[in-house]
């Protein structure tokens, strides 16, 4: 059990990989601090369940509509350089926000219009990145890299909300939102300086809807992928889109404020962090990853059950540790799998039409779980949610042929995908 802990970590031998992700680390902090803040800030401007939703909604629509197109595009051209951009960019619109909030001149349509701008960027670095992810690393290594940027992307989560707690409490929003635009500066440096091995498609004289096409019709005869999307589209819209519920709960279900929201978050994180240091390398030891993957659906619903009915903050932030250690089981053992089951000139349209599917979802999703909430309460959503999720996984595992049983070879080479 040890050792297959420690082998988790063999991609940060790799010097370039090592400096990327350092970098990355300290940009994710910075960005679970102005999520926390933001949604914070909506929450004051507010106190509605509905405009929670619609920030979410326009934050992930982009996702929704640009996402297969980001995924040519960065099969197309050079990945590092497009990374630098999208990052440049959310660090300006950071910055913004904070100059907004510091002069107490913020209005709703401010973070509307932010937010949309920040989902634009995220499409296109999403794909980009995760397929970067293989070009530091190498196919042998990819879905440890993948790992153990789920790692840190955990961690922050759980560091960046419970900072960002304290930091509204102390100095305000606004410094939130200005230490989350100077993080990026860390990753832009290590963009700048690693050098990466990028399998970049021949030109071929095709458009972009062909390009589009040739992906889509790859998906058609892969059941297996195919059930890797559906799996974390149910995480997705009735899990993840749930968490932007988390201001209103901290508020009206736990009467509490700012840092009674950082201690929900960072709990949801801890346990999202010990899925991916303990659990995941585990999990993919196992090689019938569709069971695994469908029984943590199953083990997200009936956390949000209980959650449904908490009104004390230690048990509400265990609900939230041990539902959010399913998170990153589904969603990034799906990323790594997708990645060593596609073929190299076109992961970043696979991953894109993965993101498109998923999160780009969350915008019908927050909407309606924003909209619900409001109606029936924060904790009724919570409920139907869960119970969903325990449907979802039992129909998986009864209904998807072949899913249980399927079994994945380890390595794993683009030609083994197995399509029982």
């Not at 709703?108 to 970067?132: I, R």
């Not at 004289?205 to 390009?211: E, R």
């Not at 999990?283 to 449904?308: D, E, I, N, Y």
Request: glycine share 10%; with cysteine.
């Amino acid at each position: 059990m040890l050792r297959t802990i420690v082998q988790g970590f063999s991609p940060l031998k790799i010097p370039n990989f090592r400096m990327y992700i350092s970098g990355q680390a300290v940009s994710l902090i910075g960005t679970w601090l102005q999520v926390t803040a933001q949604s914070w800030v909506v929450w004051e401007l507010t106190h509605s369940e509905a405009a929670l939703g619609v920030v979410a909604m326009l934050g992930s629509l982009p996702i929704l509509i640009l996402g297969p197109w980001a995924g040519v595009l960065a099969d197309r051209v050079n990945r590092r350089g497009l990374l630098i951009f999208t990052q440049a960019g959310m660090m300006l619109l950071a910055f913004t926000l904070a100059v907004l909030v510091q002069f107490q001149v913020v209005q709703l349509w401010h973070v509307y219009m932010l937010s949309t701008l920040v989902g634009v960027l995220s499409a296109l670095d999403f794909p980009t990145q995760q397929a970067f992810l293989g070009d530091l690393a190498g196919m042998g290594e990819v879905r440890k890299a993948v790992n153990m940027n789920a790692m840190f992307f955990q961690a922050s989560r759980m560091i960046g909300p419970a900072l960002a707690g304290w930091v509204i409490s102390q100095w305000g929003a606004s410094t939130a939102f200005w230490l989350n635009g100077l993080s990026f500066l860390a990753v832009i440096s290590s963009l700048v300086a690693v050098r990466a091995n990028q399998v970049q498609r021949p030109p071929s004289g095709n458009s972009v809807l062909a390009d589009l096409w040739d992906g889509m019709r790859f998906l058609r005869g892969q059941p297996r992928i195919q059930d890797l999307l559906i799996l974390s589209i149910c995480i997705t819209l009735l899990a993840l889109s749930m968490m932007t519920m988390m201001p209103a709960f901290a508020s009206k279900q736990l009467n509490g404020n700012a840092s009674t929201l950082g201690l929900l978050l960072a709990a949801s994180g801890g346990g999202a962090l010990t899925s991916v240091v303990f659990i995941m390398p585990l999990a993919q030891s196992r090689k019938r990853v569709g069971l695994v993957m469908s029984l943590a659906v199953m083990w997200a619903g009936g956390w949000f059950l209980l959650l449904s009915i908490v009104h004390w903050l230690p048990l509400a932030m265990l609900c939230l540790f041990a539902l959010s250690i399913s998170l990153p089981l589904v969603i990034a053992m799906s990323m790594g799998l997708i990645q060593i089951l596609t073929p190299g000139e076109m992961r970043a349209r696979l991953i894109s039409l993965f993101t498109m599917v998923s999160f780009g979802m969350q915008p019908l999703s927050a909407l309606l779980i924003g909209g619900s909430s409001e109606r029936l309460g924060v904790a009724t959503v919570a409920a139907i949610n869960g119970t969903l999720l325990v449907l979802s996984g039992l129909g998986m595992l009864f209904l998807r042929k072949g899913l249980r049983q399927w079994q994945v070879q380890s390595p794993i080479s683009n030609e083994s995908v197995n399509h029982a």
